[in-house]
């Protein structure tokens, strides 16, 4: 899958961005899909990606260390200022907040969903 890096329009639309990633478009058109231009939950995520042609794991997956990812995962992330979602793909991270990144940003708890693209 090819990523172009999308940085977050405001500090609360990092979910925003990473679906834009994902899907290919821009956070304002997810903001206005969603009727929300503010924090994203879990459910918006996941429902968003499923109406796209993705498919999405149920489940929550805690990981420590890169090499336990899959190769497609959105994150969820504890870092020092709040919860956030991120984007690893084939080995990069795609965080809407630090930029494209070859290892985690600072965060304390570190959880993902496996992804898999349209067919």
Request: hydrophobic share 35%; with cysteine.
């Amino acid at each position: 899958m090819i990523v172009d890096y999308i940085h977050e329009p405001t500090d609360l639309q990092c979910g925003q961005a990473v679906l834009a990633m994902l899907l290919g478009t821009t956070p304002e058109k997810i903001c206005d899909m969603l009727g929300n231009c503010r924090e994203t939950d879990l459910t918006e995520m996941k429902d968003t990606l499923r109406a796209a042609g993705f498919k999405v794991s149920d489940r929550r997956v805690p990981v420590r260390d890169k090499s336990e990812l899959p190769e497609l995962c959105f994150l969820s992330l504890e870092t020092p200022r709040c919860w956030h979602w991120s984007l690893y793909c084939e080995g990069v991270f795609y965080d809407p907040e630090h930029g494209v990144m070859t290892d985690f940003p600072a965060s304390a708890r570190r959880y993902f969903w496996e992804l898999e693209e349209p067919v």
